[in-house]
T-cell receptor
Framework: GDSVTQMEGPVTLSEEAFLTINCTYT??????LFWYVQYPGEGLQLLLK?????DKGSNKGFEATYRKETTSFHLEKGSVQVSDSAVYFC???????????FGDGTTLTVKP | GAVVSQHPSRVICKSGTSVKIECRSL??????MFWYRQFPKQSLMLMAT?????????EQGVEKDKFLINHASLTLSTLTVTSAHPEDSSFYIC?????????FGQGTRLTVV
């Protein structure tokens, strides 16, 4: 079945540091790929998405490119802020079935 | 984007009682909704797929008699945790799809004491 493997955390960075969170996937067909963010005590918020190979999703300074050849969707941000501290989930969605498969989540803490 | 509303956001119940969680699609119709469970510091695991007008489809290992799902209308799915026990304490999140994108509710933190 489908699976998502996400870089283990936790990740601790200083403000303005560069962020990379690795994500690779296994899927049949051509899934859509997502990054979600979860702040403490809250639900999931969509951060960005890509629906086909070579698409780049971007939002709030975060970027991720759908790489079919390496089955990856790594999340990057050039300069993190304290407010970016949260748990980040990589996920894929089978457009036919509609359900989502999530990675284990990576906790990011940004220190001032 | 589309909005999925989940209620309540937090609930504390006594062991042995039942708790109902509602998931509503506010500005779109959803023939299918999904229920996930998230244990502390872990990922979201799909519990079941809720289908409007028919029985839910449960993932392997999820007790259908314990987690009752009803999808009576195109905008509402409910999850009832029956005879709750402390090990059922968790964060439950629903989602629905609109125009190919999944939208998630705010989640419900259930604590069974």
């Amino acid at each position: 079945g489908d699976s998502v493997t996400q870089m283990e955390g936790p990740v601790t960075l200083s403000e303005e540091a560069f962020l990379t969170i690795n994500c690779t996937y296994t899927a049949t067909g051509y899934p859509s790929l997502f990054w979600y963010v979860q702040y403490p005590g809250e639900g999931l918020q969509l951060l960005l998405k890509a629906t086909k190979a070579d698409d780049k999703g971007s939002n709030k300074g975060f970027e991720a490119t759908y790489r079919k050849e390496t089955t990856s969707f790594h999340l990057e941000k050039g300069s993190v802020q304290v407010s970016d501290s949260a748990v980040y989930f990589c996920a894929l969605s089978d457009s036919n079935a509609g359900k989502s498969t999530f990675g284990d989540g990576t906790t990011l803490t940004v220190k001032p | 984007g589309a909005v999925v509303s989940q209620h309540p956001s937090r609930v504390i119940c006594k062991s042995g009682t039942s708790v109902k969680i509602e998931c509503r699609s506010l500005d779109f119709q959803a023939t299918t909704m999904f229920w996930y469970r998230q244990f502390p510091k872990q990922s979201l695991m799909l519990m079941a797929t809720s289908n409007e007008g028919s029985k839910a489809t449960y993932e392997q290992g999820v007790e259908k008699d314990k987690f009752l799902i009803n999808h009576a209308s195109l905008t509402l799915s409910t999850l009832t945790v029956t005879s709750a026990h402390p090990e059922d304490s968790s964060f439950y999140i629903c989602s629905a799809r609109s125009q190919g994108e999944a939208f998630f509710g705010q989640g419900t933190r259930l604590t069974v004491v």
